[in-house]
């Protein structure tokens, strides 16, 4: 999935989009990658000459990547007539810094659903693979009003 396709899912834009690509997407699992510049708007102020992705960031990335997910189970209903949102964080921990120039891959894995409620699993890695920031998240898919 490349990003026509995701910008035609996600109603997210610049300077709060946080996916790239999505490199893999199964009923069980979707794999994202954010490339990370320094041309982000956030390194201007988190930190003047100590660029550091901000954790809340990571956090909403997995949570984009969580809603590229979902949305393949709503394909049949109109996708464009409903929105994921973000109801709950567990277990959120953060490992690595992250600066300009990685690329960081996003796993997320599905626990459990039940109706249009979705606990998942996501972990995001760095270039080196090594573990950044982990969590588990509820998200609910409600219809647009």
């Known amino acids: 999935m490349d990003i026509d396709e995701i910008l035609s899912i996600l109603p997210h834009r610049y300077p709060f989009l946080f996916i790239d690509k999505i490199v893999e997407l199964t009923d069980e699992r979707i794999v994202a990658l954010k490339n990370v510049t320094i041309n982000e708007p956030f390194f201007s102020g988190h930190f003047p000459n100590n660029p550091i992705m901000p954790g809340v960031i990571m956090v909403e990335a997995v949570a984009q990547a ?27 921990r953060f490992r690595k810094v992250v600066r300009p ?40 898919m409600t219809k647009k009003e």
């Open 66 to 92: 969580g809603g590229l997910f979902a949305s393949q189970f709503y394909r049949d209903k109109s996708f464009n007539n409903y929105q994921l949102f973000l109801m709950g964080l567990d277990k959120v």
């Open 101 to 140: 120039g990685m690329t960081l891959k996003i796993v997320v894995n599905l626990i459990k659903r039940k109706k249009d409620a979705w606990r998942m699993k996501g972990v995001v890695y760095n270039n080196t693979n090594d573990i950044v920031c982990e969590l588990e998240f509820i998200a609910m």
